[in-house]
């Protein structure tokens, strides 16, 4: 498999996981005013599958073509560690960028959840980064 197959490939699967506890968060009822699926949507003004497709092209062709091209790359140690500076990197983005052109403040403040948004999004991002990066080297360790 070629590496631009293997990031994108890598990039779906983490963004499955990334979902799955998305998703059980939501159901825990942890940090209820941070629906990600819901503000995407809202910045397109459109309905929750759009937040859905949103949130899977940025995983797959935005954070797996970011992988395979930069990170990938990086003298960093294992894959897994590529795979967490990918996160970080991606949730630092998110906390400065995003969360402020959503209305929810730098790093998730004016949210009612308060700290838990910037540690909850750190630990899911970490997460998402690591899977990502794993993933890659299963792939890439094949061809």
């Not at 009822?29 to 995407?40: A, F, Q, S, T």
């Not at 894959?79 to 970080?88: D, I, N, T």
Request: aromatic fraction near 8%.
């Amino acid at each position: 498999m070629n590496k631009i197959s293997a990031g994108l490939l890598s990039g779906l699967v983490a963004t499955f996981v990334l979902s799955a506890l998305m998703l059980l968060k939501g159901m825990m009822g942890m940090m209820p005013d941070l629906d990600v699926i819901k503000m995407l949507a809202g910045q397109m003004g459109s309905g929750a599958a759009m937040g859905w497709v949103a949130h899977f092209m940025i995983g797959v062709l935005g954070y797996g073509l970011a992988y395979t091209v930069v990170f990938s790359k990086l003298p960093l140690g294992g894959s897994w560690v590529r795979g967490l500076a990918l996160g970080v990197a991606g949730w630092l983005g998110m906390m400065v960028v995003l969360m402020p052109m959503m209305g929810a403040g730098v790093f998730g403040q004016q949210m009612p959840s308060g700290m838990m948004v910037p540690v909850g999004t750190l630990m899911l991002h970490a997460i998402f980064g690591i899977v990502l990066g794993l993933v890659f080297d299963r792939l890439t360790a094949r061809a």
